[in-house]
């Protein structure tokens, strides 16, 4: 099997994360064929204007592998974000070239302020997209043709795919290894790369618990990641309260002081947040995902979806689910009969 080959666009001042997040999680993948070790399913090319090493926003110096003259056919292009894509200069140089092989590329990509380089080469008109919220507003004003969604993880718009900035790039790039080989190998990426929270694009990029830490100077502070490891078991207000080292009085009074709600409807939330993404990616029924998240019973489990998101976890599921492959991670089948493996980051 040929590895999609994927190319990855470089510049003095690009955000080092943004390029060797999503590397990364493309060279986890790897097919395993007859008696051969295992092969990458990705290419991954670094190309910049020219063949000089580039120095990343952290001083850390790449040294790209091709150049935009030189630059092979790809299957995905991927712009990543940096001040350098900001200067008028660079952006020139970037979107030229993007402009050039959009309609030869099967899907361009931007990570965080990437999108700049897209929009400035007129590809995004009338798109919906997404960026790191700190630039959102800037990027829709220099840019009044585009759709610009400023707290969305990532977007897809026909071949266009924009992200948020940092961890959100690993983010997308687990959607298109999705896409290229199934739920299954996606999910093992995740977890080859540590990654604590397979999060889908439609996501917040402000979520309730980074919310809950940031607004909490107490001790509830690292409760939230306590909740979203415990999602299954007991968490009534007694138990919360007991971890917190509070009496239980004492503590729902605090916790609505700080944060304006109850505990038993954040950690509702919370378990209604995780049903989603269970719902939209695994096979499970509904009453195993009821169960395994808590709620006393699949009824109980379904008023509360409904009651929260206006539709039953049934018809959310048929909405949203993802249409699962044959490709499944250390078993004899796959793409062609190959099996799939994760090489170890």
Not at 15 to 28: K, Q, S
Not at 99 to 121: E, H, P
Not at 254 to 261: I, L, T, V, W
Request: hydrophobic share 40%; net charge positive.
């Amino acid at each position: 099997m040929t590895p999609k080959r994927i190319g990855f666009v470089g510049f003095d001042g690009v955000v080092a994360i943004d390029l060797t997040g999503p590397a990364e999680a493309f060279a986890c993948v790897a097919i395993k064929e007859g008696q051969d070790g295992p092969k990458s399913c990705y290419e991954v090319l670094t190309i910049a204007a020219t063949n000089q090493p580039f120095v990343a926003e952290s001083g850390i110096v790449f040294k790209p592998q091709r150049t935009f003259k030189t630059a092979p056919p790809l299957d995905t292009l991927i712009v990543p974000g940096g001040v350098g894509l900001r200067k008028t200069a660079v952006t020139r140089s970037v979107s030229a070239f993007v402009k050039a092989r959009a309609g030869c590329t099967r899907r361009i990509v931007s990570i965080c302020t990437g999108v700049y380089g897209l929009a400035a080469a007129g590809l995004l008109r009338g798109r919906k997209v997404t960026t790191h919220w700190r630039h959102a507003h800037d990027l829709a004003v220099r840019f009044p043709d585009i759709q610009v969604h400023d707290n969305a993880i990532f977007l897809k718009d026909g071949p266009f795919y924009t992200s948020a900035g940092a961890t959100a790039g690993i983010d997308l790039a687990l959607a298109l290894i999705e896409e290229d080989y199934g739920p299954r190998v996606s999910l093992a990426v995740a977890r080859e790369l540590v990654v604590y929270l397979k999060r889908a694009g439609g996501q917040e990029q402000y979520s309730a618990p980074l919310q809950f830490q940031m607004e909490s100077v107490s001790r509830l502070s690292e409760l939230t990641t306590w909740i979203l490891s415990h999602l299954n078991q007991d968490l009534s207000v007694e138990t919360l309260a007991a971890k917190a080292c509070l009496c239980p009085r004492h503590f729902s009074r605090r916790f609505k002081a700080e944060f304006g709600n109850t505990p038993a409807d954040f950690v509702e939330r919370l378990r209604l947040d995780e049903a989603r993404r269970r719902l939209s990616t695994g096979d499970n029924t509904i009453g195993n995902v009821a169960a395994s998240l808590g709620f006393k019973s699949p009824d109980a489990f379904r008023r509360a979806f409904e009651r929260r998101l206006g539709v039953n976890p049934s018809e959310y599921r048929r909405r949203f689910a993802a249409t699962p492959k044959v490709l499944v991670p250390g078993r004899r089948r796959g793409v062609n009969g190959f099996s799939i493996a994760i090489k170890a980051a």
